[in-house]
């Protein structure tokens, strides 16, 4: 009840601070590119959590 706040514990105590959004200059340093062949991902499995041997590194993206 009557506790002053600067005796509280910290993870109690929060503060918020609240400011308007700031304009940025941002002057960018370097540039993408995308590679031009399509990008092979293996088929998802959710079993294979739970296998004891796990072959996904065997998986060959670069045939």
Do not use: H
């Not at 506790?3 to 109690?12: D, K």
């Not at 941002?26 to 991902?41: F, Q, S, T």
């Not at 998802?44 to 998986?59: G, M």
């Amino acid at each position: 009840g009557g506790e002053s706040p600067n005796l509280m514990p910290a993870a109690v105590r929060q503060v918020y601070v609240m400011e308007d959004p700031k304009p940025m200059k941002m002057i960018p340093g370097a540039d993408v590119e995308l590679p031009k062949n399509p990008l092979v991902l293996p088929a998802r499995d959710d079993t294979t959590e739970y296998d004891d041997a796990n072959d996904a590194y065997a998986y060959q993206d670069d045939p």
